[in-house]
């Protein structure tokens, strides 16, 4: 068999053409024999950063003496011979050996290529993950070495799993990647010529024939299994609020079914105010605390209201992560506790599920890069055990994957449930999935879907009167976010791509699949159209690109003086800005192109409709056409309308402003609703007989004014309750009082100080939560290296790893402390021992610039005490929220921001916090502090 070389690279940072290889490893092997071993440090003739000292445990000093890598070439070359190269992530390692002219030509292998598609449902795919998932007993060190053995360890597992897969599959995955450059291509093809000699019979039951596992029967937790649907109630049937209560009494069913059940007061007076809300027909907003076991105190009347009126309650969530505690864990737990008839279902967006018929189109037609193979060999493989047709089951990295996808998911608005029946044979996991909402009680959506169906005149869900708001305090962002507009230069782009012409995209496949059905004369007309087509989508494709270098003229000179950064840059468009020199310029160039795009609108309609009769007359194979060109139409009239109403129609409605991304300089233009609360009380309050919204934080020091504004509720009723915890006891609040102001000189260092001597004091165990980006990273690089030589692992939120992988990575390490801004101050959850310190850097007042917020404040007359401050309070809430998860868990809670102490405010921050254990003192002292009530 062939010897492979495995090979690792430690270098001073990312970059070939800037950076250095600092150590270099190699392991040759054959099967699963290790042959020979190389490894050596090299000088890279530059400083080595603190952060990758920290990171590798390799100096300045460790390099003095060692070679250059030019004095090491001759070696390493005789040494991997003409072997196929293996890495992970190779392309890194072998970007910065060819640099130096080494291995040009060689096969490169990717164990991270492997894993992405043998193993589809992995959290992480990192190598120290990688190990760890297949019970490799060799750690991941970040030093050459000792990650090139995890390599190759890997790579022996990876090709015994590959060879497991059914041998229709394993065809079809080398068929596919026949025809692309990819770093998996080369093993999938030994594994087929290892399946061959040794006949292995694989483990895996079912085969990889399209349809076959696409029409798999859905497992019965999915299926509407014939059930009846549930109706809408005009008079529904109330339920006592005592009789609801009597489950959470002791003695009562959940104390008979829940271990070390605690009954809780809190919760008692929830479920009342839920059940009352419900039964007459009023809206609630309720607060509860961290501890009040919020979940059960609306699912319990919500599940028997709707069992007694065969009615729909919807639940609506912010997270994934809600909603599958919900579905997978809280829904089944009442059910069996109450032996309780209930239908529950999860419901998400179209673009969530993987659509079997265009799934079926790129395996027939194939990948035609190496990220689309990848994509595709995951998915073939992933629905050899899993038919649920769900992206949130299947690990998809980085927005590549997660574009690719998007053209495989079930995203067309012009696909009815009859014509996928009809078609696939209802094995798309949509229409399942819709199905299964239609004869629910209990139908689990997302914000995002929830304002997709109220925005649409309920198109989207099944219908309902009854709607609880869990994780209400999102409420704002998510109805802002559903109903905003963005678009850049590339996406006009792209959508021109997609038109495509005579030999491409959806004219071109137009064009192939009519030409031998209709008669001549019509297929002339037919290319005439789709010429007319082509030569105005250029045309708008040279306006577009003229106006788009108007308007960054335009953003130039509004730019002219201030300093460029790494961060994006935004210009708020408004009636003062419209009248600046140099507007009418981009205003006549964007009428130029709103006309042009009006005309080839017309054009694409006239096709489509001479579509649509070839349709009508049998010729089904064009549906997918006419799909494809109606989602294209679509966008591009949305584009036109919401660019046009930012340029010279502007509502008042609306915010609009340009924003400059520092990479690539690339513009876009962006809408988003000036107020919510109006939105809201259409939709909601005026429309549903019964709303519950719940959060733990929705007071500002007690208050729910400004929630109240904010969302249009100044009639609905409200319940605030506490925690059941003793904070007291379990939570030390530490306010630094010596440390400089943020932005004050010398803050920076005080903070990093104090970080570096607690996380020591304490073993890591840290949360640390910033406001800016910025100043994450400089405290990475500043607190990596010496807590690294304390064993201490810092974790920090940036590109790469997402915040759910990097959470995971904290809980399962030792020692780490982690640094995050703005996803990390919410929704963490780490119970326990693993996480005992917060920090609090900053106040998270929001950015004053940013438009949204900036149009925002302008509503009132005190912007800062009515807008800025409740809203930078509930964030400041939600942070310390991260803390006591669970009534045994003990910790401390340090803020490094003295406003709080300094500043008439900043009472109104720590009065808004649980009675705790409270304590000032210097930035210097938390550590002791720290260790002292942690007992370390």
């Known amino acids: 068999m062939t010897s492979i070389v495995s090979i690792d690279i430690e270098t001073t940072g990312l970059d070939e053409n800037r950076d250095a290889i600092i150590e270099i490893a190699a392991v040759k092997f054959s099967n699963r024999r290790v042959e020979n071993e190389f490894s050596t440090l090299i000088n890279p003739g530059k400083h080595i950063p603190d952060f990758i000292t920290g990171l590798t445990g390799i100096d300045d000093k460790m390099v003095r003496e060692a070679p250059r890598l030019r004095d090491i070439q001759h070696e390493l070359t005789a040494f991997v011979g003409d072997s196929p190269i293996l890495g992970h992530n190779v392309k890194f390692d072998i970007g910065f050996l060819r640099k130096a002219g080494l291995f040009p030509y ?13 193993m589809p449902t992995a959290s992480r795919y990192n190598l120290g993950a990688l190990g760890q998932q297949l019970s490799i007993p060799l750690p991941a060190t970040h030093r050459a070495l000792d990650d090139a053995r995890v390599t190759q360890a890997a790579y022996v597992r990876l090709l015994d799993m590959a060879k497991e897969l059914p041998l229709e599959t394993l065809q079809e995955l080398v068929e596919l990647g026949g025809g692309v450059d990819w770093d998996a291509g080369w093993v999938f093809e030994q594994a087929l010529q290892l399946r061959a000699k040794e006949g292995i019979k694989p483990k895996r039951g079912q085969t990889s024939k399209p349809i076959e596992t696409l029409r798999a029967k859905p497992k019965s937790d999915s299926s509407p299994r014939n059930f009846p649907p549930v109706e809408r109630n005009e008079e529904p049937v109330g339920i006592d609020p005592e009789e609801a209560a009597s489950v959470l009494e002791y003695g009562g069913p959940f104390s008979q079914y829940f271990e070390a059940y605690e009954q809780r007061p809190q919760q008692v007076d929830m479920l009342k105010a839920v059940t009352q809300a419900l039964s007459n027909g009023n809206h609630l907003i309720v607060e509860a605390g961290t501890g009040v076991g919020k979940s059960f105190a609306y699912l319990v009347p919500a599940a028997l209201f709707a069992v007694q009126n065969n009615t729909r309650v919807v639940v609506s969530t912010n997270t994934i992560n809600l909603q599958d505690q919900l579905i997978k864990k809280d829904i089944p737990n009442l059910k069996a506790a109450l032996n309780l008839d209930l239908r529950a279902s999860v419901m998400k967006g179209r673009s969530n599920y993987l659509c079997p018929r265009k799934l079926e189109y790129l395996r027939s037609h194939g990948a035609t890069n190496a990220n689309e193979m990848r994509v595709l060999a995951k998915i073939i493989v992933w629905q050899l055990d899993n038919i649920s047709g769900d992206r949130n089951e299947i690990n998809l990295t980085g927005p590549t994957e997660r574009e690719i996808w998007a053209r495989l998911s079930a995203e067309d608005d012009n696909c009815t449930a009859e014509t996928c029946a009809g078609r696939m044979g209802g094995s798309c996991a949509f229409y399942r999935a819709r199905q299964a909402a239609q004869s629910s009680h209990l139908l689990i959506v997302n914000h995002a879907l929830l304002l997709a169906d109220v925005s649409t005149g309920s198109k989207v869900l099944p219908e309902y009167d009854y709607v609880i708001v869990d994780e209400a305090h999102h409420m704002e962002s998510a109805v802002t976010s559903a109903l905003s507009f963005r678009m850049t230069e590339n996406d006009l782009d792209r959508m021109m791509k997609e038109l495509g012409g005579s030999s491409a995209g959806v004219l071109g496949r137009m064009l192939t699949e009519t030409h031998q059905m209709v008669k001549p004369s019509d297929f002339g007309l037919l290319q005439q159209r789709a010429k007319r087509a082509t030569d105005q989508a250029f045309r708008l494709e040279q306006l577009a690109k003229q106006f788009f270098g108007m308007l ?14 790494n961060y994006t840059w935004q210009f708020r468009v408004t009636p003062a800005s419209r009248s600046l020199p140099g507007w009418d310029d981009v205003e006549i160039s964007w009428s130029q192109v709103s006309e042009t795009m009006g005309l080839l609108l017309k054009s694409l309609d006239e096709i489509y409709k001479a579509l649509g009769e070839l349709y009508a007359d049998g010729h089904d194979n064009l549906e997918d056409t006419m799909g494809i060109l109606s989602s294209v139409m679509r966008r591009m009239t949305e584009a036109e309308a919401a660019s046009s ?33 109006p939105l809201v009380e259409e939709h909601l309050w005026l429309k549903k007989a019964s709303v519950v919204m719940a959060s733990a934080t929705l007071t500002t020091h007690g208050e729910f004014n400004y929630l109240r504004n904010t969302l249009s509720a100044n009639e609905v009723d409200t ?54 980006y910025a ?21 920090e939120q940036g ?41 609090i850097t ?28 409740p809203e930078s309070i509930l964030k400041f809430r939600q942070g310390f929220g991260r803390l006591i998860r669970t009534a045994s868990d003990h910790g401390v809670v340090a803020i490094f921001d003295r406003r709080v102490l300094t500043k008439q405010y900043g009472r109104l921050f720590l009065e808004s916090l649980p009675q705790c254990t409270a304590r000032q003192g210097p930035s210097a002292g938390l550590a002791k502090m720290a260790g002292d009530w942690l007992g370390v």
């Open 106 to 118: 060689h096969q490169t292998i990717d164990t991270y290529e492997l894993a992405a598609v043998l």
């Open 552 to 565: 960054n003229d335009f953003i130039a000179i509004q730019r002219e003086g201030q300093p460029v950064s």
């Open 645 to 677: 109403g930012m340029i010279h129609k502007p509502s008042p409605e609306l915010i609009y402003w340009v924003e400059v991304n520092p990479r690539g300089e690339r513009l876009s233009l962006n809408a988003a609703p000036l107020r919510v609360g």
């Open 719 to 772: 319940l605030a309750l506490g925690s059941p915890f003793d904070y007291e006891s379990s939570t030390l609040l530490y306010v630094a009082n010596d440390i400089p102001e943020p932005n004050a000189q010398g803050y920076q260092q005080a903070l990093d100080r104090a970080l570096v001597s607690t996380a020591k004091a304490t073993g890591g165990r840290m949360l640390v939560l910033f406001t800016s």
């Open 775 to 795: 100043s994450l990273k400089k405290t990475a690089q500043a607190i990596t290296g010496p807590l690294g030589r304390e064993d201490i692992f810092v974790f």
């Open 799 to 839: 590109e790469g790893a997402s915040p759910n992988a990097l959470l995971e990575s904290f809980k399962t390490t030792d020692r780490a402390v982690l640094l995050g801004t703005r996803s990390f101050w919410e929704g963490v959850d780490v119970p326990g021992d693993a996480l005992s310190v917060v920090v």
């Open 842 to 869: 900053k106040l998270p007042f929001d950015v004053p610039t940013d438009p949204i917020i900036s149009a925002r404040s302008e509503l009132y007359e005190d912007s800062f005490n009515e807008y800025y401050l």
